[in-house]
């Protein structure tokens, strides 16, 4: 009896983990230790949930400092789809973009974009002859989206709150790291596509689900999980571009 107790306990310690306090700092700052952690313990509601706080915050102070509805009218006149298209229908479509911005894509986006990106890696473990599970992956995923988020959101706050004019900002690409401010996204929209995939943020969120699928997985080492992930995005960028250049 006191075998068994003294196995349990054991069987419980060796699982302990750190929380996910202690993770929301990690992504930042110890991502390794923070997916090693991950991998004893799958959790990725609290970073979701914190992600959807910070989406609506952000935006609803970009809002305070800018005149939403006024720029997303400059957006689509700028944009070549709006070629034809009356002020009435333009502030119409602004109309209903502006809430989706504020409101719909915070709180939809980041569950959907968390499973579907969580179902390809996982299907990619699998062909490659990597083992794991979903609910890891779907943690790593949270957590590298919730770093995403903050930086993201940070930096976007920042460029509308310190820029004099606004709506010359490219709604599309607020940030500039990336070198797509090198080219026209009218003149050279497909150009432009590529340059803007070209991004130090985005890579690093790439290199950071590619890190935390090597640490929740078996078989699958830090190089294979980022070239995995980065064939992912490579394949996604690849039909953006298709799309540009047929429409």
């Known amino acids: 009896m ?5 196995s349990k306990v054991t069987e419980e310690s060796a699982v302990e983990t750190r929380g996910s306090i202690w993770r929301l700092q990690g992504i930042f700052f110890e991502p390794s230790a923070t997916f090693e952690d991950i991998n004893k313990r799958p959790t990725f509601l609290v970073p979701l949930l914190l992600s959807i706080m910070i989406a609506l915050i952000g ?3 970009i809002d305070n400092l800018v005149d939403l509805q006024e720029l997303m009218e400059t957006q689509i006149k700028t944009a070549p789809q709006a070629e034809g298209l009356s002020q009435e229908q333009i ?3 602004a109309s209903y973009t502006v809430p989706f911005i504020k409101w719909a894509a915070p709180v939809v986006i980041p569950p959907l974009m968390m499973l579907l990106v969580a179902a ?3 299907l990619m473990a699998f062909l490659t002859g990597g083992t794991t599970t979903f609910k890891k992956l779907t943690s790593v995923v949270s957590y590298t989206f919730f770093f995403q988020t903050v930086i993201s959101m940070t930096l976007i706050v920042l460029v509308f709150a310190v820029v004099s ?3 010359t900002v490219n709604f599309q690409n607020p940030v500039s790291s990336n070198p797509a401010f090198l080219f026209d996204a009218q003149d050279s929209p497909v150009l432009y596509k590529l340059a803007s995939s070209a991004d130090v943020i985005v890579w ?3 290199f950071l689900l590619g890190l935390g699928m090597s640490k929740v997985s078996e078989g699958i080492k830090v190089g294979k999980g980022f070239a995995l992930v980065a064939v992912m995005y490579l394949i996604y960028v690849s039909l953006g571009v298709a799309w540009t250049m047929i429409f």
């Open 2 to 6: 006191e075998e068994q107790l003294s």
């Open 59 to 61: 935006w609803n102070i």
């Open 91 to 93: 502030e119409l479509q």
């Open 120 to 122: 390809l890696m996982l």
């Open 165 to 167: 004019e606004p709506e």
């Open 204 to 206: 690093y969120v790439i």
